[in-house]
């Protein structure tokens, strides 16, 4: 197995990126079902320019035309004839709208009808053949066999660009603003053209139609001049005409407007160059298409814009390499590719954009996104966009947030585009958009985001949801889709929940976790079924019907599986786990009938497999479901059957519509081996990968590679999965895992491999929500039947009496956290001191049954037991008890600290308090007391009294961190006398925390020198720096003086701090001043040492040495191994180094690059992981909120597994700058806190976010800062 695991490694070294557009094939989708289109446009482009081949309308009469369903992106590749070139277009839907803004070249005379089908000479269309058609990311091109006229597109993100390349002679544009897809009579309601010049025409259109008012205004230039042109309308309907009946409007008019206009115009092109054209398009006014129109196409040719959008292609499906066979990389690269086109840019250059209120918004600091196909997307497309875009993510949060502020019902888009809310399909699936983004780490107000899901959740008028509010269904009376509508609320309130959790809200979190248990009043003997207002049940009921039956494009058969957030809930509403794969065996195994899918437009043969309806998005997870089972395996299975049936590189190639990139998100994920089931959650699901190597570029220049090994058609079975070479035996994977970057190795064979995944770890579900889950996680847990009922009282028993200190602190909580009083009467609880050979002196049990008793080799450990303890017990209507449960509970690291940096702003003793009484609760053991700095002194020394009276002391405090411009003119003062030292120590002793103290040297010390400037290298009179950030002040470590104040200082700080570890900061040295003092280079001679790095060392060792003597152990921050890692060292020292760190000294890694932290280890020292971008507590949410920070791990990725016991733990940063006072100090800290208690504690197996988030909900009634603080 190890040489396996070589192997493949070193393939995913050796991933080969070629252009992976090569492999995309626009045309896949466009004859059947597929509804995509070949036209040409950027990613996420607001422009699709397009040809349309039919003009079938969506009504005749009021009547719905069936056949135009073939035409939602205006073209099918079984035509032979093209309308025109349309600039707008949606991919893959099942309904349609847009082909705004046509354009078609001609020759000979002008003709302003489009023709038909049979008989296109009637019009302006032309035949075409497809030998002569050519598409390619951001590019289009066509002979149009009737006018032998070359047509060439590509567009940026707001224009659209043709090149029409005539036979010699004059040729024509036809300008039609009335044809539009899913078209009717009277679809647009006013149009107008204006020739500006004889290059520049602009214009608008006006439309009702799927999108109830779509305004759209063009710019259109050209590279000709325009000969003569002539314009009609078209429209049967008598309107009124004023006095424009004095012009000839029909003829070089420039000003035309009408309900069917058209225009044609010619052109001399005898030259034999071909015309190109802009056409520039804006929702906002004609301003701002101009507008557009010069800042993305001005001097440039077409071939230019050209190259640009190959260029942005090239870079968008960049962000996943991937090697597989010739198929699979042409099905993998052409499905990114349709995930890459939706949502699309809806705004001006300059920001401006139209608003679902049709005022005119400006986008400030975000880009603003239209065409929300949310019922489809947020299933697996906007899964797959928070996972390889995050910044493009985050800008389309911010635009449904928009969307949501200016609507008139305050909800979060359904289905919207164009800046219209369509209210198409069920649900309110905004609120799962924002869930899973904000669950994923995308930067986003979270408390706002909350307020509007809840909005969008309490719509009373909205599709049954005010039944469904008081019944917990929508009735069959209210709505024909009430059975789907049922289930898909349910799991909507289930994400309200989650992001409640996740905002700290817990009464709104208690609030919708009942709620998406609503999926239960909708089963009845196994099967989602809808019922009547007052109850009843439908009695003519059939699973297998897919009309009439009380579900939306789907069936009781599979729509039944939709409960993605509480899988084992609806196993058990099945029958249990031998039940529920028989169901899916059966779905999988089974035929559907086509009369029951006679009436199902979206649902057709050519997407289901068995019973299985794949071709529309409600089934998607299902497949994955297995994994919740006892047979994982046959997830596998179906997904081979699903994809050789339903994937493939014909034409025809996918089974149903793309539904704006859901279908091909869905083989995205699928082909990578994992899956969203559940959107909301953080975690992917495995199943079945299809490609041999796989790269995906992520933040911060991360990459997760993947490696599929022994892959072949017999290998459709997973036998073991490895991450960054551990075996990984998780059914799932976080994304917060995923996205730290790492290596994913899956091992295949041909047969189930039983000892692949482990049958205990199951991917998330609501019901198995553990209600004694407490932070941080225990590591064993057994539960039994009842309770024990402590309302009567309590009394506590000691084993012996070394136990005191815990006793009292047991009586303490047990009185003010639940008001419980001791009495002889009460039940018993035994705190109980017991060695064994096969505990380790921190490790404690817990068995609660008749009485309680709290088993520990140590007191640290039994007072580790009692803060179990305090979290298990349940308060009810006033009364206490403690669920009956054995538990056996370890550290998983000796180091789990949290550090304060009272140097840059004194919160005092009760702050202090506060936080050693919250690291008791969670178990944590190391208090880390930044006292000194540059902005202050904190500690007494009695022997330097300077260093309190004018150290401590500033005149003013910088606002805003670091980087702000203002201070508050304030004088800032405040230090610990060693009397208050010693009280504060004596209070973490009895929580068992240990206070190490950091005293800053040689650099951070202009609080020193300020108070003593001789000890400056320098020696200048200096005052203590009011502003933060890093100063230039360093101690002259030449002078004995300063080594011998360093001594005292030490000798007294030792005195106080019983800690066998003294810190000694030596971060961020500045080496200007000893650079340019005399007396440093002359002792850098002396010690023949190179230069200030080496200094730094030498310094180092010496005070290490004089530590020892003392038998104390030095600790400092990375930045004293020397090496380069921020821009204070020169990389030139860093390389030349020759002195070595002495033995003995504990590294606290900060900054650097991670490989520093193996290269630390294998030198033989131990290890604090603190690194900045995972651990800093004064970085808000933006930059680590909760999720990250929970997914810290200390053990870098792909560390060598022989060097990790160096690894001592973590500790978490509370720098000053940014809390300047208590409270936000308190903000800051929490909940963030909790995260990396339990990351010291558990070990990475046993760390579930999922889990995390509810128990964390508990501490709050402990503590109100966990419902406040940052997340």
Request: glycine residues 8%; hydrophobic residues 35%; charged residues 20%.
């Amino acid at each position: 197995m190890k040489k396996l695991i070589i192997t493949c490694l070193c393939a995913l070294i050796g991933l080969c990126v070629h252009s992976q557009t090569q492999y995309i094939n626009p045309f896949i989708g466009t004859q059947g079902m597929g509804h995509t289109f070949p036209g040409a446009c950027v990613p996420h482009g607001g422009v699709q320019l397009s040809p349309e081949t039919d003009t079938i309308p969506h009504s005749v009469d009021g009547v719905y035309q069936k056949e135009v369903y073939k035409y939602c992106a205006g073209y099918q590749y079984d035509d032979t004839t093209i309308v025109g070139f349309s600039h707008t277009h949606f991919s893959g839907t099942g309904h349609s709208d847009l082909g705004d803004i046509l354009l078609m070249p001609t020759t000979g005379k002008i003709q302003l009808n489009p023709g038909t089908k049979s008989n296109p000479t009637l019009g302006y269309r032309s035949t075409f053949r497809h030998e002569n058609e050519t598409a390619s990311p951001g590019y289009y091109s066509v002979l149009l066999d009737e006018y032998q006229v070359k047509a060439e597109l590509t567009t940026t993100e707001r224009v659209g660009v043709h090149r029409y390349t005539y036979p010699k002679g004059e040729g024509n544009l036809i300008l039609d603003l009335n044809h539009g897809i899913y078209n009717y009579d009277g679809k647009t309601l006013w149009s107008g053209i204006c020739v500006e010049s004889d290059t520049l025409v602009t214009g608008f259109r006006m439309t009702n139609g799927w999108a109830r008012m779509n305004l759209i205004y063009f710019a259109i230039s050209f590279s000709h001049p325009i000969l003569r042109y002539e314009s009609k309308d078209t429209s049967k309907r008598s309107l009124y005409g004023g006095f424009w009946r004095k012009f000839d409007v029909q003829h070089n008019f420039p000003e035309m407007e009408g309900r069917e206009l058209k225009a044609g115009f010619v052109f001399d092109l005898s030259d034999g160059r071909s015309l190109e054209i802009k056409v520039a398009i804006s929702a906002v006014d004609k301003e701002g298409a101009l507008l557009n129109l010069k800042k993305e196409t001005q001097g440039k040719n077409f071939d230019k814009v050209l190259a640009e959008a190959k260029s942005k292609w090239n870079k968008a499906v960049s962000s996943i390499s991937v090697n597989g066979t010739e198929e699979v990389k042409e099905l993998f690269y052409t499905s990114l590719y349709r995930t890459l086109i939706h949502p699309s840019v809806y705004m001006d250059v300059d920001g401006r954009y139209r608003g679902i209120d049709h005022s005119i918004h400006n986008a400030e600091h975000f880009t603003n996104y239209t065409i929300f196909s949310l019922w489809d997307t947020f299933r697996a497309l906007h899964p797959l966009i928070n996972l390889i875009d995050a910044n493009k993510s985050k800008d389309m949060m911010e635009s449904i947030m928009a969307h949501q502020g200016q609507s008139i019902h305050k909800a979060l888009p359904v289905w919207s585009h164009m800046g219209n809310e369509n209210w198409c399909m069920i649900g309110y699936h905004g609120v799962s958009l924002l869930s899973d983004a904000f669950a994923k780490g995308i930067p986003m107000d979270g408390k706002k985001a909350l307020e509007a899901m809840v909005q969008s959740s309490n719509l009373t008028y909205y599709d049954g949801l005010g039944s469904y509010i008081e019944k917990g269904y929508v009735p069959l009376n209210e709505n024909v889709s009430s059975a789907s509508i049922s289930l898909e609320y349910s799991y909507d309130d289930w994400t309200i929940y989650r992001m409640a959790l996740m905002a700290g809200n817990a009464e709104l979190a208690n609030q919708y976790k009942q709620r998406a248990y609503n999926y239960q009043k909708s089963f009845l003997n196994g099967y989602a079924r809808p019922r009547y207002k007052d109850g009843r049940w439908k009695e003519d009921f059939n699973i297998y019907e897919t009309h009439g039956q009380g579900f939306i494009e789907g069936n009781s058969l599979n729509y039944s599986f939709f409960v993605p957030h509480d899988v084992k809930g609806m196993i058990n509403l099945m029958g249990g786990d031998k039940a529920f794969i028989r169901r899916l065996d059966n779905l999988f195994g089974s035929s559907l009938d086509p009369s029951y899918y006679a009436h199902t437009e979206d649902v057709t043969k050519e997407g289901i497999l068995g019973g299985y309806i794949h071709g529309n998005e409600p089934s998607h997870h299902i497949p994955y479901l297995y994994m919740w089972t006892s047979q994982p395996w046959k997830t596998s299975e179906n997904i081979y059957k699903i994809i050789d049936k339903m994937y493939n590189t014909r034409i025809d190639g996918l089974c149903g519509n793309d539904d704006c990139g859901q279908m091909s998100a869905w083989y995205i994920f699928t082909a990578l081996g994992f899956y969203p089931v559940c959107p909301g959650s953080d975690e992917y699901i495995f199943g079945l990968p299809q490609i041999q190597q796989a790269e995906i570029s992520l933040k911060a220049g991360k990459k997760l590679k993947i490696q599929v090994c022994n892959q072949s058609e017999e290998n459709k079975y997973i036998q073991a999965i490895y991450w960054n070479g551990e075996r990984y035996t998780k059914r799932f994977i976080s994304h917060h895992t995923l996205i730290e970057g790492g290596n994913l190795i899956y091992e295949m064979g041909n047969k189930p491999a039983e000892t692949c995944f482990d049958k205990y770890s199951l991917p998330y579900s609501l019901s198995s929500e553990d209600n004694h889950r407490i932070i941080p996680a225990v590591q064993e847990q057994q539960v039994y039947a009842s309770n024990l009922n402590l309302s009567s009282g309590y009394h506590i028993v000691l084993q012996d009496n070394r136990l005191e200190n815990e006793r009292l602190w047991l009586k303490k909580y047990l009185q003010n956290d639940f008001q419980l009083i001791e009495n002889s009467q009460g039940k018993t609880i035994r705190l109980i001191l017991q060695s064994s050979s096969e505990q380790k002196e921190d490790e404690y049990q817990i068995d609660i049954q008749d009485e309680v008793k709290i088993i520990s080799p140590s007191a640290r450990g039994i007072f580790y037991g009692i803060q179990t303890l305090r979290q298990l017990m349940i308060t009810t209507a006033g009364q206490c008890s403690l669920p009956q449960l054995a538990i056996k509970d370890r550290p998983y690291y000796p180091w789990r600290a949290y550090m304060l940096d009272e140097s840059r702003v004194f919160q005092g003793k009760e702050a202090v308090k506060s936080i050693l009484d919250e690291m008791a609760r969670l178990k944590m053991n190391i208090f880390h007391w930044h006292l000194t700095d540059d902005q202050g002194w904190r500690i007494e020394i009695k022997k330097y009294p300077k260093l309190c009276q004018i150290g401590a002391r500033r005149d003013s405090t910088q606002l805003n961190g670091w980087k702000g411009n203002s201070f508050d003119g304030k004088v800032h003062e405040g230090y610990y006398t060693q009397k208050e030292i010693k009280e504060i120590i004596e209070y973490a002793q009895s929580l068992h925390i240990q206070i190490i103290p950091e005293i800053e040297m040689p650099g951070h010390s202009s609080a020193v020198i300020a108070a003593y400037p001789e000890f400056g290298t320098t020696k200048k009179q200096i005052k203590v720096p009011c502003s933060f950030g890093v100063q230039y002040e360093v101690l002259d470590v030449s002078s004995q003086k300063v080594i011998q104040f360093l001594h005292d200082v030490l000798d007294e700080v030792i005195a106080l701090f019983p800690s066998p570890i003294i810190h000694i900061g030596g971060d961020e040295v500045k080496y200007d001043q000893w650079n340019a003092s005399v007396a440093i280079s002359n002792y850098i001679k002396k010690l023949g040492v190179a230069n200030p790095a080496e200094l730094q060392i030498e310094f180092t060792n010496a005070i290490s040495e004089w530590l020892k003597g003392r038998n104390k152990h030095m600790m400092g921050w990375n930045d004293i191994m020397g090496n380069k890692i921020h821009e204070y060292n020169s990389a030139e020292d860093a390389i030349a180094l020759k002195s070595k760190l002495a033995e003995g000294t504990i590294v606290q890694f900060w900054k650097g690059d991670l490989d520093l932290i193996e290269e630390t280890a294998q030198k033989g020292y131990d290890i604090v992981n603190s690194y900045h971008y995972g651990t800093y507590l004064d970085y808000d949410k933006s930059r680590i909120p909760l999720a990250k920070s929970y997914a810290f791990n200390p053990i870098p990725a792909g560390m060598d597994k022989s060097l990790q016991y160096k690894i001592l733990g973590l500790g978490c940063q509370m720098w000053g700058e940014q809390i300047l006072t208590v409270e936000s100090m308190n903000r800051m800290t929490f909940p963030r806190i909790a995260a990396y208690a339990e990351i010291g504690w558990v070990s990475p197996a046993r760390k579930n976010y999922m889990e995390f988030l509810p128990a964390l909900m508990r501490l709050v009634k402990f503590n109100k800062h966990y419902e406040t603080g940052e997340r």
